[in-house]
């Protein structure tokens, strides 16, 4: 099973590197499309990654080594999530497992290290991005914790292969009630937690507004690639999570040239339908005042709360 | 009916009861409010009409169809039309804000589970496992009555406090007979309606509805 595994990591991680740029680049497409633009074009992202890569990172007087160690953590817990979400597949190692609480300390992982390059400057923009950032990642978590405890509970196991294994079994159980609360609560928490519309607004650079943007204001070349590729990447896996959870279909339960290829497809089809609904989506939203994002979040923990207590009484009865 | 469909069904009715009363709770406009309260009554109505086919209860079947009429349609409706006469739009100055409140009900919701598990153990079964979702309804019934100051938000928490009452009561002992149901709606439909008049007229008086404003007595 491990050899299994390692290749189904390989190519997790390597198709959401691929896609992920591709993903962004869709939506940015699909919402200029909407709002009367021509757009960029879906592979714009990649140009600006190439581009990027080819510069050398400057770095302001006076950072630390946080600048040039912070892409490197971030890169790498997005990569572990890629391999932690079951996206194309849900074969896993024995040793490391797949669990919920795992995934959500490794993206913790990475929300930090972008927060400390936002800090480590000492710009007052950076770590006003930062202090946001910190209080809307602490207000996601616990929803993204419960909203998937919720959905484990009919399993009996907090691994997230084997929830979506048991959706792939029983598909009627998507349309539960409590799989339905739980899976908004987590939609309204990924949608927080990769800076996209109501909370952040990816595509701005008014500093009284903007969170992501504004930690990585002071990166430049290859760091500032890798910045932007792990965040990407964050959003694909995460808008995956979603899509595995929501859409069961094709994921593969064993590791053959097929299965795996199907996976791939069926990940790619679910990426662009829930990349291009959101998309669609924030085209009529206007971003939320700043202190009226925790009242979002709090009412998305509290519907996945009442997932949890909900699942209590359907087990119960 | 089969067993395993109306333990679905129950399910999804007390879920929609939880979810439109927690929308109530985080929606300050008072449009939304009347919209979330005629879907909660139609809820209640589906929950009763789903016990009332699984037991084959002909008259509950009548009572549920009397609350759709009520809940679903006559209620919001006058609530509706006091609120166009209040001319009010939202909720502007709640005791409390949306964020606490929110969190507040968590701690609700919990309560309730806590307080009806011995009604759980007594007689384990698909209705009396939603009784606590009725429980939780009286319990964000009382929520919005103390933190609201407005007089048409203030309904809608009595109103909610009664679906709660009305869906433990349908929940543990399937109906009270049909008179003493037609009592209570009667009830409180009158309350609503006095209480819609007095708005109105508090509205007329004083150029608004919020009650917080009626501290002194004046000529």
Partial sequence: MKTGAAFLAIVQVTAMVILSPLLVGLMRQVRARMEGRVGAGVLQPWRDLRKLFAKESLQAEGTSWVMSVGPVVLITSSALVCVLVPLVGTV??????????????????????????????????????????MTIAALVEPTVLVSVYALSIPVGSSSLSLIVDARLVDPASVASPV??????????????????????????????????????????????????????????????LVGSLLLPWGIAGDVTPLAILLGVLMLIVKLVVLGSALAAG????????????????????????????ASYLVVQG | MSASLFDQLIGLSAGVLLLTSVLLVWKRSLVAAVRLLALQGAALAAMVAFIGVF???????????????LKGFVLPFVLDRSRIQTGAVREETPLMNTTSSLLVLSLLTMLAYLVSQPLLTLAPGPTTAAVPVGIS???????????????????????????????????????????????ASLDVLLVVLILRVLGGRIAAEYGGADLDELTELRD
Avoid: C
Avoid at chain 1, 123 to 133: L, N, P
Avoid at chain 2, 55 to 69: K, M, S
């Fill in chain 2, 55 to 69: 037991e084959r209860d002909l008259p509950l079947l009548a009572v549920a169809g009397l609350v759709l009429l």
């Fill in chain 1, 179 to 240: 799989s339905l609360l739980a899976l908004v609560a987590l939609f309204i928490a990924v949608v927080a937690e990769t800076g996209r519309m109501p909370v952040d607004n990816p595509s701005t650079h008014l500093e009284l507004t903007m969170i992501h943007e504004v930690m990585v204001l002071e990166s430049s070349g290859r760091d500032l690639a890798w910045l932007e590729l792990g965040s990407w990447m964050r959003l694909g896996a995460l808008l995956g």
């Fill in chain 2, 137 to 183: 309804l009286v319990l964000y019934g009382f929520l919005i009555l103390t933190t609201r100051r407005h007089a048409i938000s203030q309904l809608v928490g009595f109103l909610v406090l009664d679906n709660g009452i009305a869906t433990v009561a349908f929940l543990t002992s399937g109906g009270v007979p049909f008179v003493v149901e037609l009592g």
């Fill in chain 1, 282 to 309: 924030e085209v009529f939203l206007a971003k939320l005042r700043l202190f009226r994002v925790p009242e979002l979040l709090a009412g998305s923990f509290v519907l996945a709360f009442l997932a949890v207590t």
């Fill in chain 1, 92 to 133: 896993t190692f024995p040793l490391v497992p797949d669990d919920l609480f795992v995934m959500v300390s490794v993206l913790l992982l990475g929300t930090v290290a972008l927060a400390l390059i936002g800090l480590d400057s000492g710009s007052a923009f950076g770590g006003m991005g930062s202090s946001r950032h």
